[in-house]
Structures are given as C-alpha cells and as structure tokens.
C-alpha cells in the first residue's frame, strides 16, 4: 500500500527549539508538500518541492524553511519555534503529471509550549 | 489555482445518493477539478478529479458542466463512513493545490 509516512504523529516543543518535522513517501513522487491546517482557516501551504533540492515557497513560509535531499524524503524546518506555530502539520505528495491527486500522510499534531 | 465556491454544510441521508456542487467559474482551460475529502483527524484524501468529461471510480462520479463553470460530487449511496469535509479544488495537480473550507457533510442513519 502506498503512503506517506511523517514522523511524530503528535510532537510537544518548547518555544525557541529548533523543529524537525519528517515526510517519507514510498511512491516515487517528484512532487512533495508541507500544508499546516488550523480551525477556521482550512489548509496552508508553506513550501512545496518539484524535484530534489528544489523548494519554492507556498503562500505561508514565514518562520519555516525546509530541505530535500532526497527524492523520498521532505523535512519542514521551524528555525526557532513559536506559539503560534502550534498547528496540526500535513505533507503530501504527487506524481508529476499524474493521473491521480496528492497522497497525504496522517498529520503531526504539533504544540509549542 | 481558480477560486471555487462550496455550500459550508450540508446533511443527507444514509444510503441515499448525496450530491455536492462546487463552483468554478474562473477556472482556465488547463485546470482540473480535484475532489477530495477529510474525515476527523485523518489527512486529506483523494476522491476524483477531471478536466471536461464526466468520471466514475469506485468511490463516486464527478459531473461537469459543458462550460466547466461547476460541478458536483456524487456519493451514490451514502453511509456514516461518509461523514468528512470534502474540498473542491481547481488546479493542476503539478502545482500547488489551494484548499479551501470546503462543505461538511453529515450523513445520518
């Protein structure tokens, strides 16, 4: 069955900690995303990847950055965590040109204390 | 990626055919409509999509009008597993995809 697979499905950090949230995809996808989804506000993408080391900022990037060194593999980054980055966070990915739509991972729940 | 318009909330009966419209009536020529759904506390998942034609698959059928300003989501027979916010989108799936509030569907028994 393929999926994606992110790391922490829930993640408690401290403000000021530098965050490593991890996507792993088993279906040789080109193109990977980072989306964080709070009440009210549906989903918002932060960055997405066509190719590996490739990134381009999505319509939220400030306070994130990310990093994709491998194809299977798409890391968010929160260089110094924040309360307000407390968040349910949700990668996906998908083929280029593709007959079918994103495959997203369960999510991981993040709170900054 | 073209805005798209979507009841909030709507409610229909288990077993019964539920029908979802979405409107898009900016979308440009190269743009899909994406269909997808999001039960509580899971990731969003694939439904369907299509470009002008009317698709099936096993999960529901996708409507499209002629001049591809709407169209609707049909689940044919419902049931409570049904229950999930579904997104209607229009873009390309090679590009970023905007989601919005999407409509809550609430399937009763």
């Known amino acids: 069955d393929v999926k994606v697979t992110q790391s922490s499905r829930y993640l408690v950090k401290r403000t000021g900690e530098k965050v490593f949230l991890e996507c792993v995809q088993d279906m040789d996808h080109e193109n990977m995303f980072w989306y964080r989804q709070d009440p009210g506000l549906g989903l918002r993408l932060i960055y997405f990847?066509?190719?590996?080391?490739?990134?381009e900022k999505g319509d939220i990037p400030e306070g994130y950055s990310v990093s994709r060194e491998k194809k299977e593999r798409f890391s968010l980054i929160l260089e110094s965590a924040s309360t307000n980055q407390t968040s349910m966070y949700l990668c996906a990915s998908s083929s280029s040109g593709g007959r079918v739509g994103y495959t997203f991972g369960s999510g991981t729940r993040l709170t900054v204390v | 990626d073209a805005k798209t318009t979507q009841p909030t909330s709507m409610d229909c009966a288990e077993g019964r055919a539920a029908n979802l419209p979405c409107n898009h009536s900016t979308i440009s020529g190269n743009e899909y409509v994406y269909w997808y759904r999001q039960i509580h506390s899971q990731g969003p998942q694939y439904i369907i999509h299509?470009?002008?034609n009317n698709e099936t698959n096993e999960m529901a059928s996708l409507i499209i009008t002629e001049d591809r300003k709407s169209s609707t989501l049909i689940l044919p027979h419902a049931t409570l597993r049904d229950t999930a916010v579904y997104y209607c989108i229009a873009g390309s799936n090679d590009y970023k995809l905007s989601f919005g509030a999407g409509t809550t569907v609430t399937v009763r028994a």
């Open positions: 990847s066509y190719d590996v080391k490739m990134k």
């Open positions: 299509g470009l002008k």
